[in-house]
């Protein structure tokens, strides 16, 4: 009741054939008496709440004892009750005797209750606001975290199992979590401080990527003259974009005490609020941007903290398998060096850090021995004082090497010193170690310019030298003696090194770098060979993040259309209509008048049924029998050759089997089935790659294959590539075609368990298909008959690159990326069974799962010696496991015939790509990529799990057409000119007036261009049918192409 005298159940009972009407039925009322002792110690109930766990309920009771009006909390146990029985319900009504309790302060009132979402086995957390601060209770009221603060309302949004969020009363919001210390609170957003009638902010919902909330009126409010006082204004609620990585990673680590399902937890939350680079599906200036929006120094902090190191070093570099030469994006930059340094998984990831943000010194410090040398920061630079500060705990950790490398960057007389005693001490407990090189460097000889600018060398310099010295006099591992006393050293090197040694001539370089170069990573990994601290790899975060899972990408209940489009800073300040990506974006537009003709059609797909009723493919451009154009685009989508999706399969109409499959390119090349095709099937992939989308992305299916069959003769895939094709790239091209010397070629395969495999299974290969030779030759595994180079996985695991030129490259020997046996993505378990040591694949698993690999060979045949020479690098998962210098040689080709373009050209006149020789049963490939250029590591990461624009659906859509008298002009003859058919005197000639004389009008607003384009759409009656995003291109005489942005209402002719 309102006083808090009694408590009555109301229960709804349903319409029956008496009573058609649905009743109220209600029990007794009852008084709430907590507990009595006494005359005035009895605690009477105020208020309840219903407390759920799983399937049971418990009722909650906030009492107050009588004498001092002291609230508490009184929680009972969590039974299933009977809802035929309605006096149940009161036996159980808490009390003080049987019941957890829990007292708040003198003068605390409770304000609000949450109950916070279970997470499995794990108790309920209940989230509880009070007049003067915010706890989280169990449900045995015990405090597991608190904070004392003003609410600016009593609402509570859950984040989580062990996280609240709420509004303060200094317009900020804030989050507390069951951490200990400073990590068990923190800022999610500050909210603008509002006019003073509206003083007051509720806190609605937070939803994975916004948030909701209203202001509520003052009591008092202005009124103007002759206005309605008795009206007030209804608050209406403002929609906020929310980056949760923070509080999600909080609630995260509270659960993460769970044996095998906390880490899972924390990689499912950085996958889907965490690192992000790729803007997409957002365009330029729109979205959460691609610098790491939403990584705080707090993340950080608190992985390091609870020694969650790989987490964190992938938030902060996208591997964890980050090696010093590797290319690397650090994220994000405004995050401060010390909290990116308990980030760091290594060394190498410290260098990384440290040098981002200057080019050319990041580029120096990744390869010293490769890369042009760069200016080093000043001893007194931040970032070399923070070197020598990591050094020093490096060596406090035992990390020899990781200590050498941060002390070469500090560059100051202490930490060469340092540097010297270290590399000194490293040949006592080794005889494997080569000190040689990092003496050299740090004596300066051989390198005039390795010292700074003084003429005199510090200390360290000279007994580097001395060091040297007495090293290159060495018999039998000892400098020979006369008399007792070792041969003196030369007058040159004594004057050069050894009289700056005296301490009235020895000077301080406080200011200056000791030198100007580093020792570089050949000679400290020569020094420190065997003390290398090796980072115990986590199986958990072996592969990369997809980021087509992140909530930015995926959208809210993983509705794309419903992101929020954020492409203005009134988005981000909150908006009580915000944009968003999709449909309700478009409504929004149209209501504004901002909507335009690429909200309906498509900008980059066209087909048969376009308008215009020209085909894209007609726009490739052949001369002389080479496609124009291949390779010479500035972006790496706008140089893809080949792209295949198996997309054939979601039409049960479709001839595949015998007519092969298209590539989604504008080339338009086929892939066809060797051998009996009823051995193939397309299968919807069971791979972690996006999957597409009906009508709006091609759906991938898998090319599975039935396994070799001794009568089916040859059998795998083939593509033709002609000389001159779209394909015919990446090697033995002439300079005449320059932009072609470069190939990526990548896509996924899958793999049965690891027992079905018994002979080799050749992944890819190319072959000169001469006139007169046997397909059969060609897809041999052991003829290898006119073959180029091929891809081969060898029964053990690993994979090999062998050229008809005698080059061979193996996974394992040239990695230094160890992989675990695990599933690409979504399945953490172990996938080793089968593989031998070596291997680096994933095998299926016995009990299912696993199997699934990704692998890309990068070609480039630019700066090489000769025609026959080409750079080939392997990635598997986007991971760098191999390189090297093959040779390729065309067969029949011998001498200097290779450099005569004419004689090279007819020798790879027919040329072919086959894939899935000798495969066994129940091998499956898909999503095939061509690329002419060369795709670099992170690109590889970035877009192996993402379908790309080539496989967004072609939009279909009609134009009805009506002359002035009504009638439809479909079959009447069609007007000179066209439709869009240029003016009288060309695009380019001036308007003409009334009179027909030809002047200059000014410029038209963007208002008049929108009202005047609307105008004649308007008129022409023209019917559009199709999706936002979208342009048209209209085929005329004068081939005049019209594309608008709907965002950045541009127009372009």
């Known amino acids: 009741s309102v006083d808090g005298s009694s408590i009555q159940m109301l229960r709804r009972v349903p319409a029956t054939d008496e009573n058609e009407a649905k009743t109220w039925e209600q029990s007794d009322p009852a008084r709430v008496l907590l507990g009595v002792k006494g005359n005035d110690e009895y605690v009477e109930g105020s208020q309840l709440f219903l407390v759920s766990s799983g399937e049971k309920i418990s009722l909650l009771v906030v009492g107050t004892r009588v004498r001092d009006c002291r609230a508490c909390l009184v929680l009972g146990d969590f039974v299933t009750l009977n809802e035929d029985d309605q006096d149940s319900w009161k036996s159980r009504i808490p009390t003080l005797e049987k019941s957890a309790v829990y007292w708040l302060d003198p003068m605390e009132s409770v304000q609000s209750l949450v109950n916070l979402p279970r997470?499995?086995?794990?108790?309920?957390?209940?989230?509880?606001?009070?007049?003067?601060?915010?706890?989280?209770?169990?449900?045995?009221l015990k405090v597991l975290a608190q904070t004392t603060t003003q609410l600016s309302s009593p609402s509570l949004a859950p984040l989580g199992s062990h996280t609240v969020a709420y509004c303060s009363r200094d317009y900020k919001l804030r989050y507390l979590c069951c951490l200990t210390g400073k990590f068990s609170s923190g800022l999610l957003a500050t909210l603008p401080v509002p006019r003073p009638e509206k003083h007051v902010y509720q806190l609605i919902a937070v939803r994975p990527d916004r948030f909701v909330y209203t202001h509520t009126n003052g009591l008092a409010r202005l009124v103007e003259h002759d206005g309605n006082e008795h009206s007030f204004p209804l608050p209406t609620a403002i929609t906020r974009p929310a980056l949760l990585l923070e509080p999600m990673v909080a609630n995260a680590l509270c659960v993460n005490d769970t044996p095998g399902d906390g880490k899972a937890i924390i990689r499912s939350v950085i996958e889907r609020f965490g690192r992000k680079v790729a803007p997409f599906p957002h365009t330029?200036?729109?979205?959460?941007?691609?610098?790491?929006?939403?990584?705080?120094?707090?993340?950080?902090?608190?992985?390091?903290?609870?020694?969650?190191?790989?987490?964190?070093?992938?938030?902060?570099?996208?591997?964890?398998?980050?090696?010093?030469a590797a290319n690397s994006k650090i994220l994000p930059p405004w995050v401060p060096m010390n909290s990116k340094a308990a980030a760091c998984l290594n060394p190498d990831v410290y260098l990384?850090?440290?040098?981002?943000?200057?080019?050319?010194?990041?580029?120096?410090?990744?390869?010293?021995?490769?890369?042009?040398?760069?200016?080093?920061?000043?001893?007194?630079?931040?970032?070399?004082?923070?070197?020598?500060?990591?050094?020093?705990?490096?060596?406090?950790?035992?990390?020899?090497?990781?200590a050498l490398k941060m002390l070469d960057v500090a560059g100051n007389a202490a930490s060469d010193s340092e540097l010297l005693q270290l590399t000194l001490l490293s040949q006592l407990g080794s005889q494997s170690v080569n000190i040689s090189k990092t003496l050299e460097t740090l004596s300066g000889k051989g390198d005039g310019f390795a010292r700074?600018?003084?003429?005199?060398?510090?200390?360290?310099?000279?007994?580097?030298?001395?060091?040297?010295?007495?090293?290159s006099r060495q018999m039998n591992g000892k400098v020979p003696q006369h008399s007792g006393e070792c041969e003196k050293s030369s007058d040159e090197f004594r004057r050069r090194y050894m009289s700056q040694l005296a301490p009235s001539i020895q000077r301080s370089r406080r200011v200056q770098r000791v030198r100007h170069r580093l020792v570089g990573e050949a000679s400290l990994a020569a020094t420190t060979r065997g003390m290398e601290k090796v980072v115990e790899p986590d199986s958990l975060w072996q592969n990369p993040c997809s980021e087509s899972k992140h909530i930015w990408n995926e959208g809210p209940q993983k509705e794309k259309e419903n992101i929020l489009l954020l492409d203005r800073m009134e988005e981000?300040?909150?908006?009580?209509?915000?944009?968003?990506?999709?449909?309700?974006?478009?409504?929004?537009?149209?209501?504004?008048?901002?909507?335009?003709?690429?909200?309906?059609?498509?900008?980059?797909?066209?087909?048969?049924?376009?308008?215009?009723?020209?085909?894209?493919?007609?726009?490739?451009?052949?001369?002389?029998?080479?496609?124009?154009?291949?390779?010479?685009?500035?972006?790496d989508?706008?140089?893809?050759?080949?792209?295949?999706?198996?997309?054939?399969?979601?039409?049960?109409?479709?001839?595949?089997?015998?007519d092969g499959m298209v590539d989604l390119t504008t080339y338009a090349n086929k892939a066809i089935l060797l051998g009996q095709s009823e051995e193939y099937f397309l299968k919807p992939t069971s791979s972690s790659v996006d999957e597409g989308e009906p009508g709006k992305v091609k759906l991938?299916?898998?090319?599975?294959?039935?396994g070799p069959k001794e009568s089916q003769g040859p059998a795998g895939l083939l593509v033709d590539a002609p000389r001159g094709s779209s394909v015919d790239i990446g090697m033995l091209h002439g300079d005449a075609h320059d932009a072609r010397r470069r190939c990526s070629l990548e896509f996924w395969f899958h793999l049965p368990i690891a027992e079905s495999v018994t002979d080799e299974i050749v992944l890819a290969r190319r072959s000169v298909a001469s006139e007169g030779v046997d397909i059969a030759r060609i897809c041999n595994v052991r003829d290898k008959e006119g073959f180029l180079w091929e891809l081969v996985l060898l029964p053990s695991g690993k994979l090999e690159f062998r050229s008809n030129g005698g080059t061979s490259m193996s996974s394992a020997s040239n990695s230094n990326t160890e992989f675990e046996q695990n599933e690409t993505m979504g399945d953490f378990g172990d996938d080793t069974q089968g593989s031998n040591d070596g291997g680096i694949v994933s095998w299926e698993r016995p009990e299912g799962g696993g199997g699934w690999n990704h692998v890309c060979l990068v070609f480039s045949s630019r700066n090489q010696q000769s025609r026959s020479e080409c750079a080939v690098k392997m990635f598997m998962r986007g991971n760098k496991v191999g390189a090297t210098v093959a040779k390729i040689l065309p067969p029949g080709l011998e001498g200097d015939e290779i450099d005569d373009s004419n004689i090279l050209d007819d020798a790879m006149k027919t040329t072919a790509y086959l894939f899935g020789l000798n495969a066994v049963a129940d091998y499956r490939i898909t999503e095939l990529r061509m690329w002419c250029c060369e795709r670099e590591e992170d690109d590889i990461k970035m877009m192996m799990y993402e379908y790309l624009r080539a496989a967004e659906t072609k939009k279909k859509f009609k134009v009805k057409i009506r002359n002035k008298r009504g009638e439809d002009t479909a079959d009447t003859k069609k007007p000179l000119g066209g439709l869009l058919s240029p003016p009288p005197g060309g695009f380019l000639s001036p308007p003409r007036d009334s009179t027909g004389t030809k002047t200059?009008?000014?410029?038209?607003?963007?208002?008049?261009?929108?009202?005047?384009?609307?105008?004649r759409l308007e008129e022409k009656n023209f019917a559009f049918d199709a999706s936002k995003r979208t342009s048209l291109k209209r085929k005329s005489n004068s081939k005049l192409n019209i594309r608008l942005h709907p965002n950045k209402r541009l127009l372009q002719k």
């Not at 003067?132 to 209770?137: P, Q, W």
């Not at 609870?306 to 996208?318: D, E, I, M, R, V």
Request: glycine letters at 8%; one cysteine or more; proline letters at 4%.
């Open 1000 to 1015: 200059l009008r000014p410029p038209r607003t963007r208002s008049e261009v929108g009202t005047t384009l609307t105008a």
């Open 119 to 140: 997470n499995k086995d794990h108790s309920n957390v209940l989230a509880v606001a009070t007049s003067s601060r915010v706890l989280l209770l169990s449900t045995e």
């Open 352 to 402: 990384h850090a440290i040098s981002n943000g200057d080019q050319y010194f990041s580029d120096y410090v990744k390869s010293p021995d490769n890369n042009m040398a760069s200016t080093l920061p000043r001893p007194s630079d931040p970032s070399a004082v923070i070197c020598h500060e990591l050094a020093r705990k490096a060596m406090e950790e035992g990390d020899v090497a990781g």
């Open 452 to 471: 700074g600018s003084s003429s005199i060398p510090s200390t360290s310099s000279s007994l580097a030298a001395l060091a040297l010295d007495l090293q």
């Open 572 to 635: 981000w300040l909150g908006r009580k209509r915000p944009a968003v990506l999709g449909k309700e974006g478009a409504e929004a537009a149209l209501e504004r008048g901002e909507k335009t003709l690429a909200d309906i059609l498509n900008r980059n797909d066209y087909d048969d049924n376009s308008f215009g009723g020209e085909s894209a493919v007609e726009d490739i451009m052949v001369k002389d029998g080479w496609v124009e154009g291949v390779g010479e685009s500035r972006s």
């Open 700 to 706: 991938l299916y898998d090319l599975v294959f039935d």
């Open 637 to 658: 989508e706008d140089n893809l050759s080949f792209y295949l999706r198996f997309s054939e399969g979601a039409d049960e109409d479709s001839t595949w089997r015998s």
């Open 284 to 324: 330029d200036d729109e979205g959460i941007g691609s610098a790491g929006s939403g990584l705080t120094p707090k993340v950080l902090d608190m992985l390091a903290a609870h020694g969650l190191k790989h987490p964190a070093s992938w938030l902060l570099t996208g591997t964890c398998q980050l090696d010093r």
